[in-house]
């Protein structure tokens, strides 16, 4: 069962525009939603994080969004470069003891040409 | 460097051996969490480790794997009779509970011959 669904898989941008991949999860219960960076051969890199009590949380260049009566959120990436070039990771878990055990999407691989 | 720190980066194995990898956490994190990645997938959840006490095993954790936390600090990951279907990044992570922040470490890439 597939808790936490992502797309697209797969992504290409042109250099100063806007990314934006989405999730939809099913388990009400979750209250963390964290988005991860992965570059290859590293581990994945926490990016920003929202929990449902609001609707946006913006760090730079990368803002999420979160509807939590359609149950999704989606991270946009504005003015895209080329090193934002990675595979990007949803997540989510329930309950504060349990924000390290994370659901994670499929990912989506997302390359920005310059 | 104070990340998570893995050891070996890569391990290429024959069936049915058995391999050992080793995690450093973050010294001053008490939870420590194991992950398995296939290509092309997010990471699945293993098990974690509150100090030195294993508090939850996922069903992908077989009886052929064990992993421990010796005295709360680094942990060990042990995959016996080793089989094909094996072959992952096997990656692992130190929670801070206080900010919510999991922090991965590089991972252990596993290939199983």
């Known amino acids: 069962q597939q808790q936490v669904k992502q797309s697209p898989q797969s992504l290409i941008v042109q250099k100063g525009g806007i990314s934006i991949i989405n999730c939809a999860y099913e388990n009400t219960a979750f209250d963390y939603f964290p988005w991860y960076q992965q570059f290859p051969g590293k581990g994945p890199a926490l990016l920003i994080a929202i929990r449902p009590d609001v609707s946006e949380k913006k760090e730079g260049r990368f803002t999420i969004s979160f509807n939590k009566s359609a149950k999704q959120f989606s991270l946009h990436i504005m003015d895209s470069q080329p090193g934002d070039s990675a595979t990007y990771f949803c997540?989510?878990?329930?309950?504060?003891?349990?924000?390290?055990?994370?659901?994670f999407g499929q990912g989506t691989e997302l390359s920005v040409k310059p | 460097d104070t990340g998570v720190s893995q050891d070996p980066r890569h391990k290429i194995t024959k069936r049915g051996q058995n391999v050992t990898f080793r995690c450093d956490p973050i010294?001053?994190?008490?939870?420590l969490y194991w992950y398995r990645q296939t290509l092309g997938q997010g990471p699945e959840f293993l098990t974690y480790f509150q100090n030195e006490a294993q508090l939850e095993k996922s069903r992908l954790l077989s009886d052929r794997f064990s992993a421990e936390r010796p005295k709360g600090s680094f942990s060990t990951l042990e995959i016996q009779r080793t089989e094909q279907g094996d072959s992952a990044m096997y990656l692992c992570?130190?929670?801070?509970?206080?900010?919510?922040?999991?922090?991965f470490g590089s991972g252990t890439q596993l290939s199983v011959l």
């Open positions: 992570a130190s929670h801070d509970r206080l900010n919510e922040k999991l922090f």
């Open positions: 010294s001053e994190h008490n939870r």
């Open positions: 997540a989510a878990s329930r309950g504060y003891n349990q924000g390290g055990k994370l659901i």
